[in-house]
C-alpha cells in the first residue's frame, strides 16, 4: 500500500477508535419526548451512555381515556438526574406534545442551552385500551401517537435544517404499526390507525429532509413490559377482548422484550452507523411479524 493511503487509513481508524472513546453520539443534542416513561427513560439512558446531551419532554400526567398511570414529575427529576450522573448535561421540561406552542418552547429552550439538536426521538405514546369502551379513546391515541409525533418532528425541522449539520429523527411506533393488531376497541383502532400513521409520516419526513442529510426512521417493538403492558388495568382489558386475547406470540422464546433492546436500535438510528439508512421501518420484535 502506498504510504499516503496508509497514513489516510490509519488517520481514520484513529478517528474511528477516538469516537469510540468518546461515545457514539459524542458531541450531539438529543429531544426525547415521553422522556419520563418505560421506554423513554431508556433511550435517554442509552444515548447519554453515549455521549449525547438531552433535552427531554413528558406530560407528567394523566391522560383522561388512559387506564394506567402516567408518568410523575418526580420521574422526570429521576430522568435528569440520571443523565446528570452519567457526566451529560439535560434541558428538561413538563410538556404535551399534543400542544405544539408549549413543544416548541420546550424545544427551544434546549436549543438555547446547547445551540444545537441532532437527534429527535418521538417516543411519547398511549394506548388507551378501557374495558368501558369510549370514542374519545380513538381520539386521544391519534392525538398523542400521531398529532404528537407530527409536531414533534414539525418544532425540530426548522433548526437541523438551518444547522446544515444533518440529523437523525427516530419514531416509536410498534408492531401495530406495520399489521392489523389492537382489537375492535375505540382505543385499540386508534392505537393500530395511529403507529399506521406515523410511518406515513416518517416515509414523507424521510424523503422531504432528505436533501438536508436529515434521516427519518421509525422502530416497532413488540411488547416491552412497560405500564403499557403490565397495568392490572391492561391486563384486564386484554384478557375480556378476544381479538386481542389471540394474538400470536412472538417467534423467538420471549414474552417481552426489553427496553434497552429498542433503546439500542433507537441508538443505531441516531448514530452515524446509520448514516445512510433512512425511510426504514424497522422491527424489534423477535420474530413477531415474520411469524404471522
Ligand atoms: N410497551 C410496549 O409494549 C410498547 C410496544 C410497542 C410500542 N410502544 C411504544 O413505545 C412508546 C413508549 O411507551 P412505553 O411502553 O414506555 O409506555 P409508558 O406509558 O411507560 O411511557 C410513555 C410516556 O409518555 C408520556 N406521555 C404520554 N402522553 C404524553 C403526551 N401527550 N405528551 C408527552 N408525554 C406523554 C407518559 O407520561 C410516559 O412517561 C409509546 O409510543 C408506545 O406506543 C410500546
Excluded at 125 to 138: H, K, N, S, T
Excluded at 247 to 267: F, G, I, R, Y
Aim: aromatic share 4%; with cysteine.
Amino acid at each position: 500500500m502506498p504510504d499516503e493511503a496508509r497514513r489516510s487509513q490509519d488517520a481514520r481508524g484513529e478517528e474511528a477508535r477516538d469516537q469510540e472513546a468518546r461515545g457514539r453520539l459524542a458531541g450531539k443534542v438529543a429531544f426525547v419526548t415521553g422522556a419520563a416513561g418505560g421506554l423513554g427513560r431508556s433511550h435517554v439512558r442509552r444515548l447519554a451512555e453515549e455521549g449525547a446531551d438531552l433535552v427531554v419532554v413528558d406530560i407528567c400526567r394523566p391522560v383522561e381515556t388512559v387506564p394506567y398511570p402516567q408518568s410523575t414529575p418526580e420521574e422526570l427529576d429521576e430522568v435528569v438526574e440520571d443523565v446528570r450522573g452519567l457526566g451529560r448535561r439535560v434541558v428538561a421540561r413538563q410538556t404535551d406534545v399534543r400542544d405544539r406552542d408549549a413543544l416548541q418552547e420546550a424545544y427551544d429552550a434546549g436549543l438555547d442551552a446547547f445551540g444545537q439538536i441532532d437527534v429527535v426521538v418521538a417516543n411519547a405514546g398511549i394506548a388507551p385500551l378501557l374495558v368501558e369502551d369510549r370514542v374519545q379513546a380513538w381520539h386521544d391515541a391519534i392525538a398523542v401517537n400521531l398529532t404528537g409525533t407530527f409536531h414533534t418532528i414539525e418544532v425540530a425541522i426548522p433548526s437541523m435544517v438551518a444547522a446544515e449539520r444533518g440529523g437523525s429523527i427516530v419514531i416509536v411506533s410498534s408492531t401495530a404499526g406495520l399489521v392489523g393488531i389492537g382489537g375492535a376497541s375505540n382505543g385499540g383502532l386508534g392505537y393500530a390507525a395511529s403507529k399506521h400513521g406515523v410511518v406515513g409520516l416518517m416515509r414523507a419526513y424521510a424523503n422531504n429532509l432528505a436533501p438536508h442529510s436529515i434521516r427519518v426512521n421509525s422502530v416497532h417493538p413488540t411488547g416491552v413490559a412497560t405500564r403499557m403492558v403490565t397495568d392490572p388495568a391492561v391486563i384486564e382489558f386484554v384478557a375480556q377482548d378476544p381479538i386481542l386475547s389471540e394474538e400470536s406470540p412472538n417467534a423467538l422464546p420471549v414474552d417481552t422484550v426489553e427496553a434497552v433492546d429498542v433503546s439500542n436500535a433507537v441508538l443505531w438510528l441516531a448514530s452515524d452507523e446509520a448514516r445512510y439508512v433512512t425511510g426504514v421501518t424497522l422491527p424489534v420484535d423477535a420474530g413477531f411479524i415474520n411469524r404471522r
